[in-house]
Structure formats: C-alpha cells, structure tokens
C-alpha cells in the first residue's frame, strides 16, 4: 500500500479504535476511497484462508463457544490482512462485518465504515493480476463483485440510523441513481434482508476479554458499559479448564487488570475475588488493561500507558479513565471501546511521552463521539 501524503510504500496500516486506518510512517488517516482494488496470488489465498475459518466457525456445535469465536478471529484476520492489500472480496467481507455489528464499535462508526467500503468496491476497478490462474469471478473489471457491493450499499442506506438518514451522502434515492448510472443495479435485489450477528451482551463482553490473550492482535485497554444486571450475567459465567469448573471473570483477572467502575460517581474497584462480583443496581464501566498475548508495543511503553490512564493522588483516582468514560457515555449507541497499541502509535512523535500521546488520543475519541452527535 502507498501513502497519498508521505508516498512512501508499506505492508500494513496501523489500524485504529473506530476502524480507521494510518499510515505507519507519517501517521496521516488513509481514504479508503484511494484503495486500489488488486487481486494477488497471494491476497487470494488469504481470503480463501479467511472463507474456509468462517465457514468452520459456522459449523461448530453450538455449544462449543470458543472453538467457534477462535474462529472467527482468524477468519477477520485473514480477511483484514487481505483487504490491507486491496482485495475486493475481502473489503467486502469487512464491509458486511461492520454492518451487521461485529465489530466492537461504536454504531455510527461501523455504519461510515460498512458505507466507506462497499462504496470503495463499487466505485472501484477490479484489477486481477493473477495471470493465466485468472477466472471469471473477477473478469469485466470484476462488474460481478461491484455488483453486489452496489446491493449490499444499498441496503445498508436504506436501513440507516435516523440520525445518518438526515445527511446528503447517505441518502438512499441519490445513492441509487448513482448506481444505477454506473450500471450496477439489479432490481430486487436490494430489498434482502441480512441477519445481524448479535449475541448476549455478557457473552460479546466475554469474546473481547479472551482477545487479551490473542497471539495475533491483543487490545492494549479497553471501556465496556454495563448494567448492573448485565455485569451480574458475566460474573456468573464458568468454563471448565484442567483443574475443574472456574469462574471467568475470574480467571481473567488473574492476568489482565480489571475495574469496574460506577459511573455515577466515577469509583473505580478491582475485580479480583468472589467478593467482588456483587453490584449494587446502577450504571457501571469495566474497564481493562491488557499486557498478555501479542503487542507491537514494548513492556515499558505499555506500563507507561496503563500509569497515565490509572494516575491520580491515590490508586483509586483513575482520573483518565473517567474522562474517557464521560465521553463516550454521551454517545447514545455507545458500547464497547477497544484500544490497541496502533492507537497509542498514530498519536505519537518521536519527542512525545506516551502520556502526551494518550492524551492525543482521548482528544481523538471526543472528536468521533462529537461528530456521531452531529
Ligand atoms: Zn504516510
């Protein structure tokens, strides 16, 4: 992939909080509008990859929960990997995974996102660069691709949240006439309906935090709101492990930092025993800090984040974290805000404390909920 700023080539964007993309070396946003539609040996065979773990997943008995989201995890990876590259399948695929809510972000985020893909697949040219293995899934400039980018576009406009509805490039009767002007319309088939991936809140709440332990791609920190009622759900949950039956939320604890915090009040306290299970009624944020599994950061950047985060006069202070929680609780879709060490890297320049660079960060984040205001 090439920078439009810095024009400088690189493998991999750095991947941020909402979905966004970087560049690693001048930390520009990239436009997916710019994505050159390539189609690789190489990036083939990574979405059949990614196919063939989705279809598994799908596959697996019902009650093997993490056989099924492992994956999963590798199915979105694979296909990341891929749609870095500019795979059509692939960012279609991503597309389809942020409108149908799989992704842990925020509504409005995921539904730009979903909108900024499928529209950089049908506005696009499919380029196929396989040579003699070419075939006719991609021939005419890959029309059979775009085409269903058109429809699923479609249908993701016509299903918009109110407050997207109400903006000139969301509007579903301009948007069909632009692509029925490009020749990609076939009528009736923007009126399916696509399920929605959706699971209990404890259970997607439980999928985030075995993540911490992904040696792929393991978030750094991250805020989840909950009930009283939900959190109580997740601390009942139980997993049978080699030395018998065990509390979950518990045995995470043991490596990742977990708090839950009273919103009302902003009091954080430590999950760490069956004590602290009980909740009392009201609004709470689990709130985590992660250094196991995979990161691109060193051991010492991370505990420098986690101390700017959880600084304060005394350890219960956590004044960063609660800044962030009364951001995004004004968000009226708000749920779940992964961060990763991509997100701690766009905001800092070489000089900068990483302390700077979070603060950067938490700026960031008010600027996103701000514009889902809007
Ligand atoms: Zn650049």
Redesign the pocket.
């Known amino acids: 992939m090439i920078?439009?700023?810095?024009?400088?080539s690189?493998e991999r964007p750095l991947e941020l909080y909402n979905g966004d993309w970087a560049?690693?070396?001048?930390?520009?946003s990239?436009t997916l509008s710019n994505i050159r539609l390539v189609v690789t040996d190489e990036t083939e065979e990574l979405f059949k990859m990614s196919e063939v773990c989705y279809l598994r997943a799908l596959k697996t008995p019902p009650a093997d929960k993490k056989a099924y989201s492992d994956l999963l995890t590798k199915a979105v990876d694979f296909c990341k990997e891929a749609a870095h590259r500019g795979h059509p399948k692939a960012l279609l695929r991503l597309a389809y995974l942020y409108d149908a809510g799989y992704f842990s972000i925020d509504g409005s985020e995921a539904f730009r996102l979903a909108y900024d893909y499928y529209k950089a697949v049908w506005k696009g040219k499919i380029n196929d660069m396989r040579g003699s293995k070419a075939n006719a899934d991609y021939s005419e400039g890959g029309m059979k691709v775009r085409k269903s980018a058109a429809r699923l576009y479609l249908n993701l406009l016509k299903n918009a949240p109110p407050k997207m509805r109400s903006l000139d490039r969301y509007r579903y009767d301009s948007e069909l006439r632009a692509v029925k002007d490009a020749g990609l319309y076939e009528s009736g088939g923007d009126s399916a309906s696509y399920g929605v991936i959706a699971g209990d809140r404890a259970g997607r709440i439980c999928e985030i935090l075995d993540s911490c332990f992904s040696k792929e791609h393991a978030p750094l920190f991250g805020l989840m709101m909950v009930s009283s009622g939900e959190f109580s759900a997740l601390a009942k949950m139980t997993e049978t492990g080699r030395t018998g039956v065990r509390n979950k939320l518990l045995r995470i604890a043991e490596k990742v930092d977990l708090y839950l915090v009273d919103v009302t009040r902003g009091v954080p306290r430590a999950v760490r025993n069956t004590g602290d299970l009980a909740v009392a009624d009201g609004n709470y944020c689990l709130y985590f800090f992660n250094t196991q599994g995979k990161h691109a950061l060193s051991g010492g950047k991370m505990n420098a984040v986690r101390k700017s985060l959880q600084r304060g006069d005394s350890v219960t202070d956590f004044a960063r974290v609660n800044e962030l929680i009364s951001i995004i609780s004004r968000g009226e879709e708000y749920c779940d805000y992964v961060f990763g060490d991509d997100d701690i890297t766009v905001h800092k320049s070489k000089t900068e404390s990483v302390g700077h660079a979070l603060g950067d960060l938490i700026k960031t984040v008010q600027k996103n909920v701000l514009r889902g205001e809007a």
């Open positions: 920078c439009e700023k810095c024009k400088r690189f560049c690693p070396l001048c930390h520009e990239l």
